[in-house]
């Protein structure tokens, strides 16, 4: 294996070079694909509707601002005695 910052080969087992003494393995990011379904019915005429996750996390943005609205309202009432 060689070192990606000196040059130097170093035993495949190696972690750290023994020239420069960085470490020598290469962190290993792991992406994730999303492909999301093509439409076919462009040319039948048909429109289908289909429901995806974005719209529950709308609800659940929405939920989230009324419950701290009521929140702030109960302090303000309290408050106010």
């Not at 039948?44 to 929140?71: A, E, Q």
């Amino acid at each position: 294996m060689f070192c990606r910052y000196c040059g130097e080969e170093n035993p495949e087992e190696a972690i750290y070079c023994r020239n420069c003494g960085k470490k020598l393995e290469e962190e290993v990011i792991r992406t994730e694909v999303i492909e999301t379904p093509k439409n076919n019915n462009q040319n039948t005429g048909k429109s289908t509707t289909t429901s995806s996750s974005s719209n529950k996390g709308n609800s659940d943005w929405v939920s989230c601002c009324l419950c701290l609205i009521g929140i702030f309202i109960v302090f303000a009432i309290i408050g106010s005695f």
